[in-house]
């Protein structure tokens, strides 16, 4: 079944193909919003939502391919599933290397669609958990005072105290203070789980 505080988006251009695709998502327990060309889509801007798009490889004016460009490039990461009536390899080929989860034909029934909506929103929901995550590590290293990111980056290299106090040319009270400091606001409670924190966002842990 469908989750609530996800939605599926549908594009195309056929009043019908809407009408029942939104039926049968929302039959299915999702929240649904159709829409007729890529333009009122991209007003709506939906960069804050947890779902996936069902989109006509075929519309006036910016196709599918040409919107999911768009999407990429503002940088709105909701997964597509392509829809068409009429699909050709080269159109196939195209939308697999733009990251389409899937590419299915018309007529879709609810045995096809729903699985791949499904695996769609879970992978844009882990997507997004994993953006949520680095974020707010990204938020804690800027928390740090240039002398705690420095003290930081010896202790993640395995350096001790006495060490980081003699490469510093800092008290060895010092030290301890700002390691103390590090551990409180990155929020971890052994240097292991820093150091996996670190490694995350590309803070390299060699010496």
Same mark, same amino acid.
């Not at 705690?148 to 202790?155: D, S």
């Given at each position: 079944?469908?989750?609530?505080?996800?939605?599926?988006?549908?594009?195309?251009?056929? =009043?019908?193909? +809407?009408?029942?695709?939104?039926? @049968?998502?929302?039959?299915?327990?999702?929240?649904?919003?159709?829409?007729? /060309? !890529?333009?009122?889509?991209?007003?709506?801007? #939906?960069?804050? $939502? %947890?779902?996936?798009?069902?989109?006509?490889?075929?519309?006036?004016?910016?196709?599918?391919?040409?919107?999911?460009?768009?999407?990429?490039?503002?940088?709105?990461?909701?997964?597509? %599933?392509?829809?068409?009536?009429?699909?050709?390899?080269? %159109?196939?080929? +195209? !939308?697999?290397?733009?990251?389409?989860?899937?590419? @299915?034909?018309? #007529?879709?029934? &609810?045995?096809?669609?729903?699985?791949?909506?499904?695996? &769609?929103?879970?992978?844009?929901?882990? !997507?997004?958990?994993? *953006?949520?995550?680095?974020?707010?590590?990204?938020?804690?290293?800027?928390?740090?005072?240039?002398?705690?990111?420095?003290?930081?980056?010896?202790? %993640?290299?395995? *350096?001790?105290?006495?060490?980081?106090?003699?490469?510093? /040319?800092?008290?060895?009270?010092? $030290?301890?203070?700002?390691?103390?400091?590090?551990? =409180?606001?990155?929020?971890?409670?052994?240097? =292991?789980?820093?150091? *996996?924190?670190?490694?995350?966002?590309?803070?390299? $842990?060699?010496?």
């Amino acid at each position: 079944m469908g989750q609530t505080d996800a939605t599926v988006f549908v594009l195309d251009d056929d =009043a019908g193909v +809407r009408a029942g695709l939104g039926r @049968l998502l929302r039959a299915g327990g999702w929240n649904v919003e159709v829409f007729a /060309n !890529a333009r009122d889509f991209l007003d709506r801007s #939906p960069s804050d $939502v %947890i779902g996936c798009i069902l989109l006509d490889v075929k519309m006036p004016g910016m196709s599918g391919p040409e919107l999911h460009e768009q999407l990429a490039a503002n940088r709105i990461t909701l997964p597509v %599933i392509y829809l068409t009536g009429n699909s050709t390899v080269s %159109i196939s080929v +195209r !939308a697999m290397k733009q990251g389409a989860v899937d590419f @299915l034909e018309k #007529p879709v029934d &609810a045995d096809a669609l729903l699985p791949v909506v499904e695996q &769609a929103v879970a992978r844009h929901r882990g !997507a997004c958990a994993e *953006r949520n995550r680095l974020d707010g590590i990204q938020h804690h290293l800027a928390q740090l005072s240039m002398r705690e990111r420095e003290v930081m980056e010896h202790v %993640i290299r395995g *350096r001790l105290n006495k060490q980081i106090a003699a490469d510093l /040319n800092i008290a060895l009270k010092t $030290v301890k203070v700002h390691r103390g400091r590090v551990m =409180a606001k990155m929020q971890v409670r052994s240097v =292991a789980e820093l150091v *996996r924190l670190c490694d995350a966002h590309g803070i390299a $842990v060699a010496s």
